[in-house]
C-alpha cells in the first residue's frame, strides 16, 4: 500500500529546528518514500535543509512545511548520504535556487545507483523514471574536512567521514543547540544498516559518541533522550557483528550459514531485524574473508 500523509508532522524539537520522522518500513512491499528523518533548521538570513525524503511527492511536502514558518531564502539542501529514501526530494529545491552539499563521493554514488533505484522507485513508489531525478552535490566535502555555513546568527558544520554507512556520510551539527544530526551513522528502534565499511563505521560511531552534545538526530527513529546509550547501542550491534563474522570465518562456517544464525540473540532488540541482520552479514562477510 503506497499512502502518505496529507501533510507531514513536523516536531520543533529544538529552537528553529523541525524534524519530519518517517515510519520504520523495509524498502521493499510497504514502503511509501517516507521512512527516514528530514527536516531544516532556520536562521536569521536563511534556512537549511537536512535530507529530502524518498520521492518528489515526500520533498514537496517538506518544501510546504517550510514555507508555513518562514519565507527566507533555502540556501542550502544537505544529503547525509546517497541511499534513495533520503535524496529523491532533492530535485524540488531546484527552484529555490539552493545550494546542494554533499560528500565529495556523493555524485558517483547516486550515479552507480541510478538504475536500481529508479527501478524501486517504479515498482515500490509507481514513479517512473522521468520523476526518479538525482541533484548531485554542488558543494562537496572531502573525506575528513568541515564545512561552515552561516544562516544568519548560525552557524552549522557540515563534517565529512571515511566509508562507514555508506562512502557518503556526512554529519551536520548545529552549533547554537548542540544538535547533530548524525544521517545513518546512527539508528534508533531499527537495525543498523551496513552499505559501507564495517570498521570505519565502528570507528566513527565510538568517535561520535564522544562528543559533547545536546541532542543527536538519527537518520532513522526517534532522537534519543540519552544519545550516548544509543551511540553504544549501535556500537555493540556492529562490534558483536564484526567479532561473530571473524569468528564464523574462523571456525569454517559458510556466508549461507552465517546469514541464518549469527546474533539471532539480538532480534528482540531492533525493528526489522530480521530482514536487515542478514543482508548486513552478506555486505560485511566476504569483506571480512580476506582480512
Ligand atoms: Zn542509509
Request: aromatic residues 8%.
Amino acid at each position: 500500500m503506497n499512502h502518505l500523509y496529507a501533510s507531514l508532522n513536523m516536531v520543533e524539537i529544538k529552537s528553529n529546528v523541525f524534524i519530519h520522522q518517517g515510519q520504520h518500513f523495509d524498502v521493499d512491499k510497504g514502503y511509501q518514500g517516507d521512512i527516514c528523518n528530514i527536516g531544516f533548521i532556520i536562521g536569521n538570513k536563511s534556512i537549511a535543509v537536512i535530507d529530502t525524503g524518498g520521492s518528489l511527492k515526500v520533498g514537496s511536502e517538506l518544501l510546504k512545511e517550510i514555507r508555513k514558518r518562514s519565507s527566507l531564502p533555502i540556501s542550502h539542501v544537505i544529503n547525509t548520504h546517497v541511499h534513495l529514501d533520503h535524496i529523491y526530494g532533492n530535485a524540488v529545491f531546484k527552484s529555490e535556487q539552493s545550494e546542494f552539499v554533499g560528500h565529495k563521493n556523493l555524485a558517483k554514488a547516486m550515479l552507480i545507483r541510478k538504475a536500481f533505484y529508479e527501478r524501486l522507485n517504479l515498482e515500490l513508489l509507481k514513479v517512473p523514471f522521468k520523476d526518479s531525478v538525482q541533484v548531485p552535490p554542488s558543494i562537496e566535502i572531502n573525506e575528513g574536512e568541515i564545512l561552515k555555513i552561516d544562516l544568519g546568527d548560525r552557524l552549522l558544520s557540515i563534517e565529512a567521514y571515511p566509508e562507514a554507512h555508506t562512502d557518503s556520510d556526512v554529519t551536520v551539527f548545529d552549533e547554537k543547540t548542540k544538535t547533530l544530526w548524525t544521517g545513518d551513522l546512527l539508528f534508533v528502534e531499527r537495525a543498523p544498516v551496513i552499505d559501507g565499511n564495517i570498521h570505519g563505521f565502528i570507528e566513527v560511531v565510538k568517535n561520535l559518541s564522544h562528543r559533547s552534545l545536546d541532542l543527536a538526530v538519527p537518520g532513522h527513529g526517534t532522537p534519543p533522550e540519552d544519545h550516548q546509550k544509543a551511540f553504544k547501542k549501535m556500537q555493540h550491534y556492529l562490534v558483536s557483528l564484526r567479532d561473530a563474522i571473524r569468528q564464523a570465518i574462523d571456525d569454517g562456517i559458510d556466508l549461507d550459514e552465517a546469514t541464518q544464525t549469527l546474533l539471532k540473540d539480538q532480534a528482540n532488540e531492533w525493528e526489522l531485524f530480521n530482514i536487515q541482520n542478514p543482508r548486513n552479514i552478506n555486505r560485511v562477510y566476504p569483506s571480512m574473508e580476506w582480512e
